[in-house]
């Protein structure tokens, strides 16, 4: 299964007859460039082409008013003083002749996308298109979009294919507030949204783009809104939000479909967003959605105004569509300070309608708003230069609130040591860079002796010793002195040693423990299998008895015709270059798989029905597949 790049070269026929600053950006070598890019790299080559259609009118009736769609019809045989006059209506819109049959295409191809993806000729795709769609709304033209072609897009997956559940990723850096505003209350289409806000001080100045919207009725904890309140926002911050904010409750929500708004915009270099993301962090942000839905992921282009910049992100997301690995991101990968206060904002307006967010957030009393800089407190950071408001926490709260925010998000504190190693005896044949700490305490004798009791191989002198280091050195790594570590031992000691540290691990600090062992290492005997660790061995030993929480795999690259079950089994990219779809996360522990209903919603009536769809592998997408499916998926080949 492949990925469709549906196209037309109609779209590049509207163009600005007049002058106005504003809306020049939006022109047609917007997508003669991205398509250039394309081919140039051999990726255009690599997709199903498919050559964009109309939408019909009644198609666009699913979003639109019969009398929009009727003026729209009407503005083919204006001049252009006339269509300059009718513009002049909207917010930063400009009408050319061609401008129907351009967005008549461009939700077209977006319907076209999805009929691909959804009857199964490709996994997924892009639609690149002009003019776009997410400002757009039942009877208004705005922001460049005439008509909404995500929001028809996802009308038609609903009626034409039966889907449930939708997902619509935009991450153009402009609110789409059209799209929220046409699933409002709608619980079947999950809007995320990030966009440049600054407090309400961006275009287009609306409320309802703060974290506060979040969907009416039915479709309360639908709609999520993650406002940026500064501009510079890059690879770090976009990471943070999809990790904390979107892909939690896209898990929770089990999309059938994911829609990208795909707008560029929100990358580096342009004039619009002021943003600082690498293109590459567009492939990253791909590959995070194809977690989702069995893969199938449509995006279709929103905005994106610096040429070169939209180009690369296009084809970024083109190879990650491909399921070609992603370049490494670039770059400081800290969040700013206001985006943990947005992703922290959101994540607690959000809170009252969806359990993966609850248990976290319980602590500080936060305020679901951004909105006014200088009216509404700031509880939870204060004193940052837009926060000079009255603040009412006093200080020792506001260091609680804070601390609990940055261990939710985990990527505070920074351990005041990066890496320590721990050596048997100072070997000189290692070059160790100078800030590497040679850790030499040990953890206390009567401790270590119990620990090392029931192992002959702890027994000598220096098996022990190193063993002191070791456990000293995992403390510390669990009290987050530390961050990471290295610790040497001699190689009969090895498996009793890691025997240890695991289970003084799991008695410590740690809830649950990753371990690879890279060689021929046996699991220790006692570790339970339950779901405490996952046992990863490359290159070892198949497990002795069939569990979830052992793998092992010969070393890839080596094994050349290697199996497809232990590829899948790893959710690694098989040779083909089509991505398998990976065991989903979090299935060991049960999930509600629906948001709360908001108190006056009535009671829950958003129904989950067995989905129309299969994944690749035959398996129905949901429900969810419980454990015992997993356990399937992990059976060894007979
Ligand atoms: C699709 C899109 C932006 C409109 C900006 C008006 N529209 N200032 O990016
Ligand atoms: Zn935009």
Not at 22 to 42: D, H
Not at 270 to 281: F, I, K, L
Not at 404 to 429: C, G, I, K, N
Not at 549 to 560: D, Y
Request: proline fraction near 8%.
């Amino acid at each position: 299964m492949g990925t469709a790049l549906v196209y037309h070269e109609d779209m590049t026929a509207a163009r600005l007859l007049w002058d106005d600053p504003e809306c020049e950006i939006e022109c047609p070598e917007r997508l003669t460039i991205a398509l250039e890019r394309l081919r140039q790299r051999g990726l255009e080559q690599r997709c199903l082409r498919l050559a964009a259609r109309e939408a019909s009118e009644e198609e666009l009736g699913l979003v639109h008013s019969p009398e929009y769609v009727a003026l729209l019809r009407g503005t083919q045989a204006l001049g252009t003083g006339e269509l300059q006059a009718l513009s002049g209506q909207y917010d930063a819109i400009y009408f050319h002749p061609s401008t129907f049959h351009c967005a008549r295409l461009a939700a077209g191809a977006a319907l076209q996308l999805v009929d691909a993806v959804l009857t199964g000729a490709v996994q997924n795709g892009l639609a690149l298109v002009r003019p776009p769609g997410h400002h757009s709304q039942r009877a208004a033209a705005n922001g460049f979009c005439v008509f909404n072609n995500v929001a028809i897009a996802a009308k038609h997956a609903k009626q034409k294919h039966g889907l449930h559940r939708i997902l619509i990723v935009d991450w153009d850096i402009h609110h789409g507030q059209g799209i929220q505003y046409i699933f409002e209350d709608d619980p079947s289409v999950l809007y995320f949204s990030w966009h440049r806000y600054e407090h309400g001080r961006f275009w287009p100045y609306l409320q309802e783009s703060d974290t506060d919207a979040v969907g009416q009725g039915q479709g309360c904890g639908f709609t999520v809104n993650l406002p940026w309140n500064q501009v510079g926002m890059g690879n770090a911050d976009y990471v943070a939000a999809f990790l904390h904010v979107l892909l939690p409750l896209a898990f929770e929500f089990d999309p059938e479909l994911v829609l990208v708004a795909a707008g560029f915009d929100s990358a580096v270099g342009d004039p619009e967003g002021q943003m600082q993301a690498t293109p590459e962090c567009f492939a990253h942000l791909t590959q995070l959605l194809q977690v989702l839905a069995c893969g199938r992921v449509c995006a279709v282009l929103e905005g994106g105004y610096h040429l070169e910049s939209l180009s690369q992100s296009v084809c970024m997301m083109v190879q990650a569509l491909l399921g070609d690995p992603p370049l490494p991101l670039s770059g400081p990968m800290e969040p700013h300070r206001s985006a943990l206060e947005s992703i922290q904002s959101v994540r607690a307006a959000q809170a009252p309608h969806w359990m993966s967010l609850q248990q976290q957030d319980a602590a500080p009393v936060l305020s679901p708003s951004t909105r006014s800089p200088e009216g509404s407190i700031s509880p939870l950071l204060p004193g940052g230069p837009e926060f000079k408001a009255p603040v009412v926490q006093t200080e020792a709260q506001a260091v609680v609130a804070l601390s609990s925010l940055l261990d939710q998000l985990r990527l505070y504190p920074t351990p005041p040591l990066r890496t320590a190693v721990a050596l048997t005896e100072l070997d000189a044949a290692l070059v160790l860079p100078p800030d590497v700490l040679h850790w030499e305490r040990s953890a206390p004798q009567k401790e270590m002796q119990a620990w090392a009791r029931p192992h002959e191989a702890l027994a000598q002198d220096k098996s022990f010793n190193a063993l002191g280091k070791v456990l000293y050195l995992l403390d510390s790594i669990l009290d987050g002195q530390v961050s990471s570590g290295i610790a040497a031992t001699p190689a009969p000691a090895a498996a009793a040693t890691l025997d240890v540290a695991i289970q003084r691990g799991l008695s410590h600090r740690a809830q649950r423990l990753l371990c690879v062992a890279v060689g021929q290492l046996d699991r220790p005997l006692d570790l339970a299998d339950d779901g405490r660790t996952l046992w990863l061995n490359i290159r070892g030993k198949e497990a002795a008895a069939l569990s979830m929480f052992h793998v092992s795999t010969p070393l890839p690259g080596l094994l050349k015709g290697c199996d497809p079950v232990t590829w899948r089994r790893l959710g690694w990219t098989s040779q083909n270059g089509h991505r398998d779809p990976a065991p989903r996360a979090g299935v060991n522990r049960p999930r509600t798989g629906r948001p709360r209903q908001c108190p006056e919603a009535g009671p829950a009536s958003t129904r989950r029905p067995e989905s129309p769809l299969a994944c690749a592998d035959g398996r129905p997408c949901s429900p969810r597949p419980g454990s015992k499916q997993l356990s399937e998926s992990l059976t060894p080949p007979s």
